[in-house]
Structure formats: C-alpha cells, structure tokens
C-alpha cells in the first residue's frame, strides 16, 4: 500500500469555479503535512503546510483529518494561473524524517 | 540566486555511461536528498543524507550511489547508466528539525539514458 495516495484526475473546471482535492495517508506516524504545486517539467514549490487545526491563504484552504488520516485542499475562484499538478506530501520523524508524496493530482483550470 | 541548484540542468547519455549530478544549497540546511520522477509514479527517495557523515537508501536505491562532499553539496552518481534511469531527478533540502520542516527543490536534472 502507498504511504500518501491521491486521485490523480485531471479535474477539469472552469474558471472561477470551487475545485476541492483529497488525499489520503497510511501511517498514523505521519506529523508534518503539505501541499506542494508542480508545474509541467519544474521543481515542486511549497504551496502552503497543512496544520491541525486547518489554515487557509487567501483563495486556498487546507485541512487535516487525523482520525481518518486524510487531507483536502480547496481553491476557491479558480484561475487559469492555479493549473499545475499539486502534490500531497506527509512527514514521519520517526521514519528517519522521511518525506512521502503522493503522485500528484492535475487540475486544468479553463476559460 | 536559487537556494538550491542543480547540474547539468539536462543531460543525454549513453547505456553504461558514468554519470555524475551535482546538487549545491545555501540555505544551510544539513539534511540533503535526491529524488527521482516517472511520470504517474511521483517522487521516488533515492538516497539522503542528514549531515555530511551521514549517508542513507531510500526506496529505490539500487544502481545509484551518493557523496556528501560539505554540507552544502550533494551529489549522485550513476556508474553504468541504463535506459530506464531516464527520469527527472530532484534534489533538495530540509531544516533538522522544527514545525516548518519542508523540504525545498532544486530546478530538477532531465537525465536520458539511450
């Protein structure tokens, strides 16, 4: 079983539109948590870090769901710029502080 | 200037080559890893290092090798490459320890092996 599993989709959505990913993670382990954004063909770039208590950053909200050992994310009006392929990431200190992504999900934002 | 950088920024090869990517940071973070990226399959560990006597494998450590040559270098070697070690390799870094513990990316190695 994958440590960090995530639809990989692509949602497809419309400009303005409210898209929401989830993401789910095997090891009750896991402490930190995050969502990064990777271009086509670029380097993944911290997008925001997930806290228990969820937090949000402007247009992006991120969640924490501990007992069911899942994540979300949700943008709200969706811009032609949010298109990229974002990936959920999860961290085990105990695990030598091993990072795990998921294999990322595809959003196309359309005009 | 980037954080975190990466040569050769691309690089085609031949089967059974020697290879060597060069990964520099100066974020000053001690720990280091390398990653590759197939399409559908996501960041793969293949090594990390969490100073620079410290070498470790990650999941898919075979054919590969690592030095840590300072702190802020880290390099991966492939010392016979085959075609299916044609990937994306990342680089990148991380604090020791602390709530924002997020690893930070080089601009990624496209690696062809023919």
């Known amino acids: 079983r994958k440590e960090v599993e995530q639809d990989p989709g692509p949602f497809n959505v419309p400009e303005g539109a409210t898209v929401a990913f989830n993401c789910t993670y095997s090891n009750s382990a896991s402490q930190s948590f995050f969502w990064y954004r990777q271009d086509c063909r670029k380097e993944p770039k911290l997008l925001m870090s997930?806290?228990?208590s969820g937090n949000e950053d402007g247009r992006f909200t991120a969640q924490l769901n501990r007992a069911s050992q899942y994540i979300s994310l949700l943008i709200r009006d969706s811009k032609l710029s949010d298109s990229a392929t974002y990936l959920c990431v999860v961290n085990i200190p105990r695990n030598f502080n091993k990072f795990y992504f998921g294999s990322g999900t595809k959003l196309n934002v359309k005009p | 200037d980037a954080d975190v950088t990466q040569t050769p920024r691309n690089r085609i090869t031949k089967t059974g080559k020697r290879i060597m990517l060069e990964c520099s940071q100066t974020?000053?973070?001690?720990?280091m890893y390398w990653y590759r990226q197939d399409p559908g399959l996501g960041l793969r560990l293949i090594y990390y290092s969490f100073d620079v006597k410290d070498i470790n494998k990650g999941e898919i450590s075979d054919g590969y090798s690592v030095s840590r040559q300072a702190q802020a270098k880290f390099s991966l070697s492939l010392e016979s490459a085959i075609p299916n070690q044609t990937a994306l390799y990342f680089c990148?870094?991380?604090?020791?320890?602390?709530?924002?513990?997020?690893?930070?990316f080089g601009p990624g190695t496209r690696l062809t092996v023919l």
């Open positions: 990148a870094t991380s604090q020791t320890s602390g709530v924002n513990n997020e690893q930070f």
């Open positions: 974020k000053g973070h001690d720990r």
């Open positions: 997930v806290y228990s």
